[in-house]
């Protein structure tokens, strides 16, 4: 396409098209298909969400399609791949694809409505018609807007562009607040994907190790309310053994971050600091830098609040007790409110997840919310501390294994509650009732889930929580799951199906 064709007529069916000098030359320059040039180089490795993202955008059956996740573990890479499809493979003309970076451009001041404004510019300047005159003619504009969360009042203005005019949008965004405030004003025309760090078999396929197929179709999560499901589960895993293994043992040493396995070669040390350069500081330092109304949030107290929610992965610490530690630390007065607030920043970062005690009957249990890491990694750069989870390393190094029990269940706590259709919580200690680690409710049933990560597995005292918890009629439980370190021999009881950590996690 030459530069002409590229500029297209000034049309506008937004009312106007200009947005300055120096945004026309960077949204043309972040738009290089427009003149037949090339975009940056992207790896050839597609993320497991591609081929779902890619068939929401072609269908069009709700006109928005969110994806989300934390810093750094693909989603502009995703987005990029997707306009590389469109326009190399389903043949899509490069006029109908615009994209634009929010947390890279370079001024918005002086817009008002930056989406629609932003819209009206290339509705004018590069698609030659009107958004309604291309989907008319079986050509609809596809726009992808990154980071877009960062915007005050991005949701109304998405919601008047696509209302009033028939196009494909894809957002993607690293806060879970801020999108979820959005979901409101969108009700009925978005669909929302979360992209986490890369799963088991991404590892498995990124190394060249071998294939691990998936049992769960996109839309077929109520099969996790069968035990049958966790035991073809527990099936699978032992069938692939070998890649499984393979891929556990490399997720356990360098977490789930693409840019750790892409750089299988570099070492360690390198990759933390490129972690915590890239993913912790860019979160505490631009996107928790402001509060309500403009208020500066404490960079300190951010980072020290972080670093304790690493020591205490898998955990459910008392608010008092992180105020003690905080006060110490930092030689200030830290009220615990403050603190809750915090944590809950941080858990809108996606970062981290904050599982809930249970309810029953809309009655919550006392208790602290567990804390869930988004990948175990972030914990070992931030704390430079490393803790095995594959059981063989695990072995050599003894005296880590409480510590390994609590990240293995920081890590199954965050995965789970990734997972679609089902709710993840978790069951403190009352009475003579013993905890359980986690309960997944799907539906109107609930599946417990008690994490025993320890070499020798004593069968009645480690599945004490879960026949407790399978035999109140009143939990609607009717199986349980044990999660163990290697591959266990079966459970005598009918009821509890055993697999490993590293089974659990081909879910997906």
Known sequence: MNGDTARGPRRAGFNGGSVGRELDAFLRDTNPWWSGRPGRPLPPFRRWLFPHALQRLKSGLAPVTVIRGPRQVGKTTLQEQLISCLLREEGVEPNRVFRVQ???????????????QL???????????????????????FLFFDEVQNLDDWAPQVKALVDHHAVRVLLTGSS????????????????????????????????????????????????????????????????????????????????????AHAAADRPWAEVAEHLNETVIRRVILHDLRLGQRGRKRDRHLLEELFRLCCRYAGQAPRIALLAQELRAALSADVG???IASYLRFLHDTLLLRLIPPMELRLKR??????????????????LHEEIPLDPSELEKAPHLADLAGHLAESVAGYFLGTLPGLTVDWFPERGL????????????????????????????????GLRAFLEKSVYNAIFGILVTPTDPPPVSDPRIVALPLSSLLLIR
Do not use: M
């Open 119 to 141: 819209c009206r510019w290339f509705e004018a300047q590069i698609l030659g018609r009107t958004f309604n005159e291309a989907a008319t003619a079986g050509k609809p504009a």
């Open 102 to 116: 929010f947390d890279e451009i370079p001024s918005l001041r002086g817009l008002r409505e930056p989406v629609l």
């Open 433 to 464: 009732e013993p905890e359980v680690d986690f309960v997944l409710t799907i539906g109107s049933c609930r599946v417990p889930v008690e994490i025993k990560y320890r070499q020798h597995i004593d069968e009645r005292r480690d599945t004490l």
């Open 336 to 338: 615990a409110q403050r």
């Open 176 to 259: 879970a607040l801020r999108i979820e405030l959005g979901r409101d004003s969108l009700a009925g025309r978005i669909t929302t994907l979360e992209l986490g760090t890369l799963l088991l078999r991404e590892i498995a396929l990124l190394r060249k190790w071998g294939e691990i197929p998936s049992l769960v179709a996109d839309n077929g999560w109520g099969a996790l309310a069968t035990a049958d499901f966790w035991r073809a589960l527990r099936d699978l895993g032992w069938r692939y053994r070998e890649v499984r293994n393979a891929a556990f043992a490399a997720f356990s040493e360098r977490g789930g971050y693409p840019v």
């Open 365 to 382: 249990r006392k208790g602290q919310p567990k804390i869930c890491l988004c990948d175990h990694a972030l914990r070992a750069a931030w």
